[in-house]
């Protein structure tokens, strides 16, 4: 569950590059040059950008939430698990992982609920399984994030 997923990630850093140098980009579409320069700074962002595994502390924190996602997760509980103050962790989390904690969570139970709806449970089952309330509040948190309700993941 670690992995690539829980640092920034190469396509985050490229992605990044591209954002913060418009020009570079364009440039790129219409000349070779200014391609191979594009690329030679897409690799800089992406060795600058490079991130080391996560900290010991924030690693446990993460298999927590983790296995606990179906109950309630709380940043005391977190806090308690890292050994660290309240600062300290939210300082860790963001630099280890590129999301503040409760901005993680929120993106960890809407995975959960896709691999329950992909693996065919119902969107109620799914909400409960990712610790959503019920599945009107998976809805209105999908749609907010996706611009699609989860019953569009049924469909496809």
């Not at 595994?53 to 298999?63: K, N, Y």
């Not at 992909?118 to 959503?132: K, M, N, Q, R, Y």
Request: glycine share 8%; proline share 3%; with cysteine.
């Amino acid at each position: 569950m670690l992995g690539k997923q829980t640092c920034r990630s190469p396509a985050r850093s490229a992605g990044t590059f591209v954002r913060r140098h418009p020009d570079n980009y364009r440039a790129a579409k219409r000349d070779d040059a200014s391609l191979v320069e594009l690329g030679r700074g897409l690799l800089a962002a992406l060795a600058a950008g490079r991130a080391q595994e996560p900290d010991a502390r924030i690693r446990r924190v993460i298999a927590w939430a983790a296995d606990q996602l179906d109950g309630r997760v709380s940043l005391d509980d977190a806090i308690a698990i890292a050994g660290i103050s309240a600062s300290r962790l939210r300082h860790l989390f963001v630099e280890q992982t590129g999301l503040p904690f409760k901005t993680y969570l929120l993106w960890l139970r809407l995975t959960r609920a896709v691999e329950r709806i992909a693996a065919g449970v119902s969107i109620t089952e799914a909400a409960h399984d990712a610790g959503f309330s019920d599945s009107a509040h998976l809805s209105r948190t999908f749609r907010r994030m996706f611009g699609v309700a989860p019953a569009a993941l049924k469909m496809s």
